[in-house]
Every structure is written in C-alpha cells, then in structure tokens.
C-alpha cells in the first residue's frame, strides 16, 4: 500500500457512496450489513484500512469498542474528526502490521484491503494471530475493472487457517453502493477456529447382478435425491469394516442376506456432491441368488426395485451412482467424481462428466496393452465387433477412416481396414491369431449373448457340443463372424488348472465342418 496515493485521495474520498456513507440508504444498508456480521454483544473490533472512519463510525455507533488503523495521515485526521466522542482510537500505521502492540481483538474488520497486500496469505496469517479464540475476520472485497480478488481466491487464501467461512455476496444490493453495479463484490467472514483434521463418510454400494442386470432402488421420503434411482446403499459406521457395512445395509434394504465370500470389490470412488463434503465410496458385486429374491423393506425411504441392463441404465439417476456403474461396466477400479457447486444431484445425459479414473499401480510392463485385427470390411465388422464389445463392457474409443476401437479398463480392441491390406480371406487355422477369448460372469449371461449373437453376424460354433466344446470342466461359446474370426466367451471364473482347454474346437472334425 502507498501513502502519497491515498493522502491525495482524503479530500475527495468521502464522495463515493460507499465510502462516506453521506446517503442514509447507503448508511442504513451499511449499518444492517454489520450488525449480522458483528457479534450481538459489545466487543472489540479492529478497523484496518479504516480511511476516512465512516466504518468504524457504524461500528462504534452498535455499541463496540473501535481501534481504526490508516497508514495515510490525512485520512487519520479526517478519521479522528468524524469518531470524536466515540471512544474510538484512530493509529497510523500498515494495516498489514498493525501498531497494536499485545492487545488481542474479537473482530477484524477490513474493507478493500487485502487485494493491496503484496504477500496476503502471511498477512491473514498475521491477522488471525491478532484475534482471541472464536474471533473473526469480517473482510469485503471484489473484483474490479479486471483487478481485485476474487471470492474463490480469497477462500483459498483463508483455508490453511479456518474451515469457517460464511460467503456474502453484495454486488446484487445496489444500496450498498449507491448505484447497480455488474462486478464481483463480496463479504467473506471467517471464524478464528485452525481446521480440523481432515475426515470423510464412507459409504458402500451394492453391484447385485442377475446376468446383465443391476438392481436399482428409487429414493422417497429420504430428503435427497428423492425420485431418483440408486444402488442399495448406506454408511459405515462406528466399529465397522466396509465389507460389514454393505452386507448389514444389504439386508437391511433389500432383505438379501450375503456371506463375506458372496462379494467382490468392485469400484472406490472419492466424490462429493454438489455443495458438499467428500465421501469416500466402496461398491460391491453379487450375484443373484433366485432363492433369495430381493424384496423393499423400506419403503418409508424407497417406492421401488427395479433391474436395468447395466449397458441401458436409465437417465434418472442419482450422478455420482451412474458414474460409478458407467466405470464398473468399463473395468475402471478407482474413480473420483467431484461435482461443481452449480451441478445437479441428478445425472445429466448430455451435462459435463465429472468422474475420472484413476489407473492402478503396479508394474505396467508386460499388461496387454491392446489387440489390433486388420479385417477385409470395416463396416460389417464393426457392426459385429461393436455389438459383442459392447456387451463385454468395452466402449468406443477411437474411429478413423480405416479403423475402430473400443476400451476396457487400460487395454483396448482395434480393427483396421488398412490400405494395407494384402489380398485373401482370414484363416484361422493358419500360424497366426486362432481366436481371442473373454469372460463372461455366468452361464445365464452366456446364454443370452449366444441367443442374440445371431442377429448381429455371429454364428455358434460345435453347437452339437455347447457349452462342453472345450472339455467337460469348461462352460463357453465359440462364435465366428462372416469373415471367420472367432471368439470364445468363457463363463465363470477362470480355470485353475493350467494349460489350455481340451482341444476338441481345433479338431481336423471342425475343419471337415468347415467345409
């Protein structure tokens, strides 16, 4: 801050409304403004960067005892002449340093003054060692003509010191300034209490699945996000493990009671809801047991359970839910989902997507990065390769002129018409790619994909021996496309022998079928 800038201003200072109050309007917006910033009962309040005092005269007219500080001395003596007979000290000195010495205040009050610090966050750091233990910094600014401080950076400014801090804006009462004015201006009133250490609910979400299904409740009477649908879902509490919370919140909801090894971690997701705080998010898988049937047990909290496709879910949906099934589908394993504060709970089909994966640890060397298929004609393969990578869980990711690819987790599938193609049909018998295979969660989702398979250029292979084509101890589907390449979809879990299948799909047998 400057001296000689502002000892020219005085003599002209008090014609802005503002700033001598000389309009009773202005005046009384002034005055109502501070008695809700001000505690109720007498204390002892701080004005730095007083000015001219017209502030500080409000201050003390509310019954508080005033120390006003102005390092220019012309606004000092106007200041003095305006508190006379209020009981008012008026120092000169830095507002940055204050020359009060050991004395201890319940308000520091300071108006446009912090955008003017060169070094603001260890002034508001001195600051605050100035006030007694609940005290507060009442402190108004704006941005103005492209300069000043806005609210965000002047709560970022504050948060090492204080998790309490009330935002007023002001630009909105034109009789706090005489005028309608369109810049940012605002109030920031910050309690004199160090943060506390950081701590976050942790809720978990049930994945239960019936195939390709999900389960989803529709949220009533609950007071948020009622209306919208959501995963069986609660919060850890005291003395819980995570796997607890969502088997004791499972049969609470839903009447449906798991065993520890009926699970699977699923997804962790850290999100934070539109104005509010973190929360740290475990979502669990199961599967569907027809002898336990899920049922609403509450439906004081829930008017309906319905099952969705998980590759259809419905709009309706609580934001942060359907982000967590869209990357649980996908084969992400960490997410964050952090919403604006102009964010709706609700999910927004065509809105901006808050969630973003976070890739695991561990060695990446030697993961299958991805799997490139050069076919003769990109526009049929495509329509077959996009339908049964869909229903795996991958999703688009890249589309050329020549060539498409669909994502799952860090990997990802390619075809390729290249211009570079050679002459003749895929063989998959010669060297080369025999087949790719996927999992597929159980025998009813195979099922299904094999009935559908059909309609979008697959074909069942050895149907004389489906599901058994690969051995008696193996459950899956060997599918081929019009051009020949073929897939095999593996129900369950993966085998725990060693060693490929049992050969039968490769038999001299199926070459004669060929023919």
């Not at 309490?164 to 005489?178: A, I, K, Q, T």
């Not at 059909?454 to 496309?481: I, N, Q, S």
Request: aromatic share 8%; charged share 25%; glycine share 10%.
């Amino acid at each position: 801050m400057t001296t000689i800038d502002w000892d020219s201003a005085a003599g002209s200072f008090d014609d802005e409304p503002d700033h001598g109050l000389l309009d009773p309007v202005v005046r009384h917006a002034w005055a109502q403004r501070l008695e809700t910033w001000l505690p109720r009962e007498r204390s002892e309040v701080l004005d730095l960067g007083c000015g001219t005092g017209s502030l500080a005269l409000l201050v003390a007219g509310q019954g508080h005892r005033v120390t006003a500080v102005d390092r220019s001395p012309r606004m000092v003596e106007q200041a003095r002449a305006k508190l006379a007979g209020t009981g008012t000290e008026v120092l000169i000195g830095d507002a940055a340093a204050p020359p009060v010495g050991k004395q201890r205040f319940d308000v520091i009050l300071a108006r446009h003054v912090v955008w003017l610090l060169p070094d603001p966050a260890a002034v508001l750091r001195h600051w605050f060692g100035l006030l007694r233990p609940g005290g507060r910094l009442v402190l108004v600014e704006g941005v103005w003509n492209g300069v000043g401080l806005s609210a965000r950076q002047l709560s970022a400014l504050l948060a090492p010191f204080t998790e309490r801090v009330h935002h007023e804006p002001l630009s909105g009462d034109r009789d706090l300034w005489g005028k309608d004015v369109d810049d940012e201006r605002y109030a920031l009133v910050a309690r004199a209490e160090p943060p506390r250490r950081h701590t976050e609910v942790v809720d978990v979400h049930l994945i239960l699945r019936r195939g390709p299904d999900v389960l989803l409740a529709r949220r009533a009477g609950t007071g948020y996000a009622d209306g919208l649908l959501h995963a069986p879902s609660g919060h850890v509490e005291d003395g819980e493990d995570v796997r607890e919370a969502v088997i004791r919140e499972t049969a609470e909801e839903i009447g449906v009671a798991l065993e520890p090894g009926e699970l699977r971690t699923a997804l962790v997701m850290q999100h934070r809801g539109p104005g509010g705080s973190p929360r740290t998010g475990w979502f669990f898988e199961a599967a569907y047991d027809p002898e336990r049937p899920p049922y609403n047990r509450e439906p004081d909290k829930c008017s309906e359970l319905v099952w969705f496709p998980l590759d259809a879910l419905p709009d309706d949906m609580v934001a942060y839910c359907r982000a967590g099934l869209d990357g649980y589908r996908t084969g992400e394993h960490f997410l964050i989902h952090w919403h604006e504060d102009g964010d709706t709970v609700a999910f927004e089909p065509r809105g901006t997507r808050r969630a973003v994966p976070l890739p695991a640890g561990g060695a990446r060397t030697g993961r299958l990065h991805h799997i490139e298929l050069w076919v003769p004609d990109l526009a049929a393969a495509a329509s077959g390769w996009g339908w049964l990578l869909g229903e795996l869980g991958h999703v688009p990711y890249q589309q050329w002129t020549h060539g498409r690819s669909w994502r799952r987790g860090d990997s990802y599938v390619v075809i390729e018409q290249s211009p570079d193609l050679v002459p003749g049909a895929h063989e998959r018998r010669r060297p080369g790619l025999n087949h790719l295979a996927f999992h597929v969660e159980d025998r009813a989702r195979l099922d299904a994909l094999v009935a559908r398979a059909p309609e979008h250029g697959w074909r069942l292979l050895f149907g004389d021996r489906h599901p058994r084509a690969g051995g008696d101890g193996h459950v899956a589907a060997y599918l081929e496309d019009a051009a020949g390449y073929e897939v095999e979809l593996v129900a369950g879990a993966a085998p725990t022998r060693p060693g490929p299948p049992a050969p039968a799909p490769h038999t001299d047998g199926w070459a004669r079928r060929r023919d």
